[in-house]
Each structure stands twice: as C-alpha cells, then as structure tokens.
DNA sequence: GATGAATGAGTGTTCATTCAT
DNA sequence: AATGAATGAACACTCATTCAT
C-alpha cells in the first residue's frame, strides 16, 4: 500500500525510539505501533517477534562490531609483549577503526550494549569481554613464562580486559562527537596500556 | 502470632533468594510469597511495597556504603594533588575499610549494584560515581591551576571517578573472598593511581 | 502467468499437508501459505476463504461418497427385511463399491470425516448416519409389524446405524490398504448384520 | 471477600456452560469470567491456568471412571474365553456400576469424551480404548491357542475394543436417563459380546 | 495472477496492588 | 498478624481476512 516500506521505516524509528528511551524489556509494542500509526498485527508482518524488531536496529552494527573485534584480535595474537613498545602519540589504527564503526552507529551500538536487556543481545558485552580476554590471556601466559620469578596474575588479565571494553562503553554513553571521542580516547587507552605492562605479572607463589 | 517476626524474616530471606536470581524487576511478589510460604498480602503488612521489600534488603548496606565513602571523601578534601606522593606497598586504610563494608555485606551489596534495576536505587552507582566526581574534579582543579601550561582534562577525571567505583563493582561480582579482593585490589588500585597522577592534565588549547 | 494453475495445485497440496496434521481448525493459512511459497492473498483469489480452500480438497470426494450412499440407500428401500436371507461369503456389491470410493480417495475421506471439526463439514458424518437412519428406521418400522407379540427398538436402530457408519470411519483410520480392509470388513459387516437381525425388536409394553 | 467459595462456584459453572457449549479450544476464558462477572484475572487466583479449570471439572469423574474400568478390567483377566458362557437376562454387574458412575457425572462425563479437544484429556478415550484392547488381546491370544486351525484376528480384536468403548460414548451422548440407558445397553451389551464370541478367529494363513 | 501491507479482534497469561475480614 | 479474594491494566502474539496495486 505505502511504499517503498513506509510503515517499516517508521516502525524502526519509533522502535529505535521506545528502547532508547525504556530499555527492550520494558518497551512495548503497542506504545511502538500506537506512535507510529499501526496496529500491533503490523510489527508481525515486518518482523517475526519483539526480538526481531530489535535485532533489524542492532544486528548489522553487532555484526559490524563483532568484526572489527575479531579482526584486531587476529593481528594482536601475532605480538610478542615481552617485544612491545609503546609509542606514545597516535592512536593505534584499530582503535581509530573501532571508534569510527561505534560512531557511524552510535544509536544502534547503544541499543546493543545498554538498552538490550531481556533481548537475546543481553550478554553481548559480557561476549566480547571474554572474547578478548581469551587472546589477552594466551599472550600473556607466554610472556610470564619468559619472566623469571614472576607469574601470571590472571583476575588482573580480567580485569583489564573487562576495562578495555568498558573503556568503549563509557566513551559511547559519555561522549557524543567522535572528534572528542578520539581525544578522550588517547590518555585513556595510554593509562590502559600502563596497566598491560605494569600489572599483569605478580611474584611467584603468592 | 509467630514470635519474632519469623514471616518478616522469612519473606525476606526467600525475597533475597529471588531478587538475586532474577533482578528487582524481574522478580515475581508472588514467587517471594510462595517460597515462603505466605499469601501475597502478607508483603503488604510488612512492607510499603515492592520497592520497600526491596529497601528493607539493602537500605542500611545502601547508608552504610554511602556513609564510608562520604567519609572517605572528606577526608580527601584536605588532601592536596601536588603534595601527593603514593607508597606503594599496603592499603589506603580507607580501601581496607570500604572492602569490609562490602563483603561483610556482600548479597545486599550484590543486589544494591546488579540487582536493583527498576527499583528506587537503580541509579545508585551513578550517585557514588558522581559523588567522588565532585570530589576529585574540586581537588583537581586546584591542582590544574598550580601547573602552568597545562589545563584541567575533564572527561578524564569524569572516566577515573567512574573506574574507581567499577572497580569495585568488578571485584564484588568476580572475587567472592575477602582476602584474595584484598590482594587484588593492590594492583588495581596503583593503576587507578596511575591514572590520577598521569593523566588529568592536558596541554592547554588542546 | 503459471502454466496451469501451478500455484493453485501447490496451494492445494500444501494445505492438504496442514489439515491432515492438525485439522480444519488448527490449520493456520500463513503456515500454508509460506508452505507454498506464497502469500495469503493467493488463498483469496483461488478461493472463497478457508473453508472454501478445505471445500476444494474434499467435496468432489463428499459428493461421491454421498452418492454411493444415497444409491445404496434406494436399493435397500425396496428390501424387505422379514424375507431378507443373509447368506455367509462374499461382500455385498455396495460395500465393496463403498469401499473402492473410499480408499480411492483416502486423503479426502480422511480429511471429511476425522479432521473437519470447525469447517462446514464438521457434521458430515452426522448426516449419513441420520440419512442410513431413516432408511433404517422406514424397513423396520415395516418389519416389526409383521411380528407379533414385538416393537421396534428405536435407540438400537439409531445405534445400528451409527455403528454401520462408524465401521467405516474405524476402517479408515485405522486400515491402510484397500485389500486389508476388504478382509477386515468381512467378520465386521457379519457382526453388524447379526445386529439388525437380532437386536431391532423387543417384547411390547417394555 | 464473597462467603464460601461463591466465586469458585460460579466460575465453574459458567465455565461449565461455556465448555459444553463450545469444546474446551473454542471456549473463551474472557467470556467464562464476564459471564461470572469477574475480570480474568480471577481464573488465574483459583486454578492454574485454562487447563486446571478444565481439570477441576472433570479430574474427580476422569479418576471415577479411570477406577471402575481397571477393577473390572483385573476381574476380566481371571476369566477363561474357551470356559466362557454368556447368560442373557440381566447385566454384568460392571455395566450396571459403570453406567452408573457414568450417570451420576453426566456433565463431566460428556465433557472428557466429547468437549475436551485441545486439553490434556483430549486422548481419555483413546487411553481407554488401549487399555481394554491391551487387557482382551492377552486373553483373545490365549484362546487362539486352544483352537487348533485357527488364529487371532488382531484387527477384529481392536475394533471390538474400540466398539465398547464407543458403546459407552454413544449412551452418554443420546440416551439421557440412567434407567433408558439401562435397557438400551441390553442389547448392545449382547451384540458386542456375540462379536466376542464369532469374530475373533479367522483360518489360519489367511 | 498474485503480492505486499495492514487491520481488528481475539487469545491466554502475568503482574503488583488492594482491602475486608 | 496475615489471609483470601479479586481487580484492572498490561503483555506479546496469532488469526483470518481485505484490498489497492
């Protein structure tokens, strides 16, 4: 009838809408149609279900994210942190990357990481912070064996990657302008580096 | 008449049961209710309501928390950044205290910073957060004055008052024993520290 | 355009499947539909609604069971039970004929008679035994006239009649092949014709 | 609130009503509950859902006629076929208990046979079917043996056990007084048990 | 010849809350 | 001190059906 899918567009926006402003749990669907001008029956045509809808704002972006993730992570796993050296100055031109994809689609990564309880996409950051954290954790357990009198400090290898992540979290739900992102960024991602070469060793048989 | 509030004690004890289970809002009074073997209304009698059950869980571990950290930070107050030397080795006597607090409580404090979304203390950690904000951001801006050519870098300090209560968060939700939260924390806290020291200021103009 | 009504027949096919799975009423027309790979409009220009898509599956075969009943039906009205002679061995004509309609069409009967609950056949085998009955219950009448001393025993009339129906039902659901089935329905009809000669009179005044 | 269950009471006849009128599938929780003019959150404080209102009418009768048809099904198992003769004149003493247990819930009994489609007793005669053909298949198999010539005609066996059952369906369904529903089995009683005793053999390698 | 879009009425179910007793 | 009864509003979802194009 509408075309070129109208309706579906304006059902996207008011969904986008509704999770943004009570989380997916708490979003309903009759407020959604009802803003946008459609009965319930409509998000049934355009969607299979609540989940659906919300997986059409977030799924290209958790995509998106997820390989840009992935990608970072193959090259990482070819460092030797016993050779690293930080260079103070730019940024790393995965971190730039990473930026520009969450800013691109800073509703849609919103959704997904904050808004997306109850949603299949709940434990989306807890995936990627075990994502990198099984990377983190090989490189490190070679690195501490190449230290003699040390081991490895493993919840602190946690920790930190936990804090890679929030790091992005936070910059997103903080910050609004990618300039001011990328800024922000540079002394934030320095003190984490700090923590990668300072903390993750311990004394043996502590 | 039970003696002694055994309902009381009942109700709370199944609430805390379900509350850590599910999340405040995903919790059912009814489920509560029939764990503990009492009808609905019983609640009622009790407490004002779902939220006041809620309360009742975690209100003194809440003042409790809130009356450490008050403390902690007036203490600070007087601190002065540019005098600051850190020592490493032992614990700030006051993140000693705090780690006390918080594991001689720990299912309330549990439930007070991952279980309380859709009660009254779902902003709790925003609250503390905010708090050592303004704390730190007032002692940073002196601090910022005293140092020429260089210029207080805000968001930052925003970004080390939110890691310094979410690492506290981690620890309570990954550590369950007092003494290894103890041996973490050491490390953890000289990276904090790390941060505070390094990286508040910016260049001016930037 | 489809070259001979192809989406009708796969429409037809596929529907076919559904009812025959859950029956008339469970039977959902989206399921179908996407079945077939179409939409369900499609249903809607073939087809009156969805009791008109079952019609199409089953009334050709409704009107030639029908048929053979109402056939049959005229012949026995000529009969006269007080000189009727059973005579042991080989089928009557009509219950192999019976038979040969049924079993051609196995699909259709099924649907018509064990999955219409909810469609406009719904009563379909009511209505053969109510037409068997009266015919029944006309030679009867007759018969027990001419027997001093009795009276028809109407209830077992009608449940003779619904009997006789119900021997073919039972045949159908549960005998797959048409030469089983005319075995099973040799001691089946005997049994039934042991009925209507012992059964459909009783003492007067009862 | 309201004295006595009073509520309780009218939901269930209205539910009653409802479920005779349309089969438990198409009966309408929301019209059961404005008939009793209570909301349908009501349904939901005294029974678990729509299936424990369906069970509350029909539990106690389904466990009635359960009971009755085991005990005479363990009576049954003593009997000898080859020893058996059948003495016309008046019931097995089963039949009469039975009709009357059956009589007695007339109600409950119709529902659980003919209006329970979509519920958990959808398949009550089904069960009933089976048990009885399990029970006469173990004592048809022996009585084959002692024929020499012969052998068991399985299906003949099943459709028997099917008819007694259907018998009992068929009286409840048409004949709506106890003392008529006596009389009328007579006949069918004996029809059934001529079944017994003509048809369950057939020649052997047929 | 059939689609794509949408309706409108319906379903069973769950919830926190209330209040007379 | 707590129950038993009930409300009322909300929920996600499914259905057969319609009709302009």
Redesign the interface.
Known sequence: MKNDNETREKLLSCAKEEFMEKGF?NASLRQICSKAGVTTGAVYFFFKDKDGLFSALVEPTYQGVLGALIHHLQEDMEEDLAQYVHKPGDHDPFVEELIHVLYQNHDAVTLLISKS?GSKYEHVVDEFIEMIEKNFMGLAENYAKSVPGKQL?R??V??LS??SI??FV?LLT??KDEK?AL??MK??M??LI??WM??IL?DKD?
Chains 1, 2, 3, 4 share one sequence.
């Open positions: 749990q309880t400090n919840p602190m946690h920790w936990h804090l929030m790091t936070h903080h910050v001011k800024r922000f002394p934030a320095e003190h700090l923590g300072n903390f311990e502590k």
